[in-house]
């Protein structure tokens, strides 16, 4: 039972670069987050998806696009990279609505040069 | 202003020391409270949550709300080496869907 996994751990991106940070649970969680932390600013909600065929944005979506592939997938895509961009980004998942736990993968640190 | 203040520190106690975390919020609405710890390069995990005012105990650690203030703590006992990490709270309200508000973090160092 592996939890969260997120894919690639790091990435570094030149300015105007498109790539796709890639998530998975293996607890068969309804929902599912994207989160950044930013130093100063701690976790902000980008995208989340309240369950399979849902997507809704969060507090700082511009500049993102989301995919809920399956119950299980849950992909973040930059398309046109900026150095603002420059974070670590965290996926989540919880078992729905109400007060479930939040359960974090390890984190895709990206640098935009 | 923003929803959740914390404190980002570091703060920097010696091991065996009693450690007090706190956030303060400014809506009202939020019911429940949670702290997560997160060691470096790692992502969060959920270390204990509230609902409404009043305290909660899980062996050396300690969770209050005080609704009426707006002011959360998290207390650790008899601190350790390996309580060192940054400590996040978070709140939910209890309307629609779960979108949890976060701290900054507060970074704990615990010496030896």
């Known amino acids: 039972n592996a939890g969260v996994t997120q894919t690639p751990k790091f990435q570094v991106l030149k300015t105007g670069q498109s790539m796709t940070l890639q998530c998975a649970q293996d607890?068969?969680?309804?929902?599912m987050y994207w989160y950044r932390q930013d130093p100063g600013m701690g976790l902000r909600l980008i995208y989340y998806?309240?369950?399979?065929?849902?997507?809704d944005k969060g507090e700082v979506p511009n500049g993102y696009n989301v995919s809920r592939l399956n119950k299980r997938e849950f992909s973040l895509r930059l398309e046109s990279a900026a150095p603002s961009q420059t974070s670590v980004y965290f996926c989540?998942?919880?078992?729905?609505?109400?007060?479930?736990?939040?359960?974090f993968g390890p984190g895709t640190r990206l640098t935009v040069t | 202003q923003k929803e959740v203040e914390q404190d980002p520190g570091p703060l920097s106690v010696p091991e065996g020391a009693i450690v007090s975390l706190n956030c303060t919020y400014s809506?009202?609405?939020?019911?429940?409270f949670m702290w997560y710890r997160q060691y470096s390069r790692k992502g969060p995990e959920l270390l204990m949550y509230?609902?409404?005012?009043g305290n909660k105990e899980d062996g050396r650690f300690t969770a209050q709300v005080d609704k009426s203030s707006k002011y959360i703590s998290l207390f650790i006992r008899d601190s350790q080496p390996s309580d060192s990490a940054t400590y996040l709270c978070?709140?939910?309200?209890?309307?629609?869907?779960?979108?949890?508000?976060f701290g900054t973090g507060t970074r704990l160092l615990v010496s030896p």
């Open positions: 989540a998942s919880s078992e729905g609505q109400g007060w479930n736990e939040q359960y």
């Open positions: 607890m068969n969680h309804n929902s």
């Open positions: 998806s309240a369950s399979e065929g849902t997507t």
């Open positions: 809506n009202s609405a939020f019911q429940y």
């Open positions: 509230t609902y409404s005012s």
């Open positions: 978070a709140m939910l309200m209890n309307t629609g869907f779960q979108k949890l508000v």
